[in-house]
């Protein structure tokens, strides 16, 4: 009896040795980028690099060409989610140290003066966003993983106060963010919350995970937006259609290649399919198994992703990129593209993902042409491993939330480095502000109302002072373009006294628009050149909100 126990419990360890090996093999031979630090300090990298040039071989970091990338904040931990405050400040959410904290540039040097704890003593914040009813009255909205909380924010002092629960939300399990996005005009007052499900695959009791839903903040009442959503952790507007696109990231232990990880357009009431389907309506049979009278996995009832991503990329934050006319604005090739963090892989046997990806799409977010990798190096090849060359990877840094603006700018976290990246376009190297000579139209013209960042609405009444030499006849154009640079409105300022001379002269203007789908926008006043030659332009851009 005795041997007969024994064999059988050496039976057991080998077949449990050989599926350990087996599944080790498929599923965890790349988990060390994931899980060990960082080989090097990639903020010390990139400074380094900086004192030669951009994408020399000191230069972790690959860029295209005209592109160029630098440290804004370091320090941080775990930092996820980036918004601007209503006062032009980064505000970051840092999950693991229970904190959302400001980033200001006062000097504009391209690196933060300081970090500012905003909102302390949180259960792992994650999303953040603000609403603003007029500039001295705004509210910073912060998704913990077990509730939805609500602060009164002071845009002068970065104080937060009345810390007000608004609802609860469902905790524990696999996923532990939630996210948060606010739907244009005229339903800006509704808030989406965006929750991850308890489990790899699973049918969830709990119609609330693995689901995307709408809070209103004027009510207080809450209902489901969309579902079969596994783990939609970032989303974002399509600023030209209105719609909410996320990311989605597919399930795992089904091996190297499916299912994909998604993109998404998300409309209210539909299916997305999980737990029972995956990418372009693919039925998962390994995990379910019923028989059912139309084909299981089908649209309209369930909708199929809109785009595919390779497996375990772990898609998270995406923005798009808007038309940007001005001087050292995007190009006009990457007007209306998407932006993907790929935050990277744990469970595949080769390591993939760990960049940030362009996906080419036009005005109406149809795919133009295949995606194209943005920025690459944050994955490099370990040191003194011993699997094989393909799969020995280790990963400096983890790419997750983006943040796009006009003028060429982004920013993106990065919860491995504890860093915020800055990209920039416009030369081979990044020119800090202090670096340049001072904007010679800023002392041409002072704009008093509307301030940087304030919130406006129609009628706008603009105010200040210009040179003399900035009119003629008295008068220069004053353009308000949405965030795509969409020309909403344009008039003349007119001068407020003699404008013959070289001294200031008063001037207002009255703007009359219809608020666009953008939050954000720009006012633009121009320099009168009745010449037309360009060497006598020169504009004072002025950033504003519409909500």
């Not at 994955?379 to 990877?393: D, H």
């Not at 009255?510 to 006012?523: I, R």
Request: net charge negative; glycine share 8%.
């Amino acid at each position: 009896m005795g041997k007969l126990f024994w064999l059988v419990f050496i039976i057991i360890v080998i077949v449990l040795g050989f599926y350990g090996v087996s599944f080790y093999q498929q599923n965890l031979r790349g988990v060390l980028p994931s899980l060990e630090n960082p080989p090097d300090d990639i903020a010390k990298l990139i400074e380094n690099a900086h004192k030669i040039d951009q994408n020399t071989t000191d230069m972790p970091l690959a860029l295209p060409p005209g592109f160029a990338i630098s440290i804004f904040a370091k320090g941080l931990g775990d930092p996820r989610v980036i918004v601007r405050d209503p006062a032009g400040n980064l505000v970051v959410s840092i999950p693991n140290q229970g904190k959302v904290v400001a980033l200001p540039d006062s000097n504009n040097n391209g690196e933060a003066d300081s970090i500012v704890a905003i909102a302390t003593g949180l259960n792992k914040p994650h999303g953040i966003t603000f609403r603003c009813i007029n500039p001295d009255s705004c509210k910073l909205y912060v998704a913990e993983t077990d509730k939805l909380t609500v602060f009164d924010y002071d845009t002068h002092t970065l104080n937060v106060s009345h810390k007000q629960k608004l609802l609860d939300l469902p905790s524990g399990g696999n996923h532990i963010t939630r996210s948060l996005l606010f739907l244009p005009s005229p339903r800006d007052a509704e808030l989406l919350i965006s929750i991850g499900s308890t489990c790899n695959v699973c049918i969830e009791k709990d119609s609330q995970r693995a689901a995307i839903l709408i809070f209103d903040t004027n009510t207080g009442k809450i209902k489901p937006f969309a579902s079969g959503l596994r783990n939609s952790v970032f989303m974002t507007l399509n600023s030209v259609t209105g719609k909410v696109w996320a990311t989605e990231m597919g399930r795992d232990l089904l091996g190297d290649d499916i299912p994909p990880d998604e993109i998404n357009i998300i409309e209210e009431g539909k299916n997305y399919g999980w737990p029972n389907c995956y990418g372009k309506n693919i039925h998962d049979t390994a995990f379910d198994h019923n028989v059912y009278i139309r084909a299981p996995c089908s649209d309209p009832f369930e909708v199929p992703s809109y785009i595919d991503i390779p497996a375990h990329s772990a898609p998270l934050g995406l923005a798009f990129v808007p038309e940007d006319s001005g001087i050292g604005g995007w190009p006009q090739e990457y007007w209306h593209n998407l932006f993907v963090a790929y935050h990277g892989s744990w469970n595949r046997s080769v390591p993939t993902g760990y960049k940030i990806v362009r996906y080419q799409l036009d005005t109406n977010g149809n795919m133009v042409d295949g995606p194209k990798d943005f920025i690459t190096g944050w994955l490099v090849p370990s040191k003194g491993s011993y699997l094989p060359a393909q799969a020995s990877k280790a990963a400096l840094g983890r790419p997750v939330g983006i943040l796009v603006e006009p003028g060429g700018n982004m920013f993106i976290s990065d919860d491995k480095a504890g860093v915020i990246y800055h990209v920039v376009y416009g030369g081979a190297r990044v020119v800090k502000t202090s670096d340049t000579p001072k904007n010679a139209a800023e002392d041409m013209l002072h704009v008093t109302a509307p301030k940087p960042n304030d919130i406006v609405k129609s009628p706008l009444m603009i105010k200040g002072e210009a040179r003399g030499t900035w009119y003629f006849e008295a008068s220069f154009p004053v353009v308000l373009l949405d965030d795509n640079g969409k020309e909403i409105a344009q008039y003349h300022a007119q001068a407020q006294g003699d404008w013959m001379t070289e001294n200031f002269v008063p001037f207002t203007a009255l703007l009359a628009f219809q608020a666009p789908l953008t939050d954000k926008g720009t006012l633009v006043l121009k320099k009168d050149n009745p010449s037309g030659l360009p060497e006598h332009d020169a504009s004072v851009k002025i950033p504003i909100r519409f909500r």
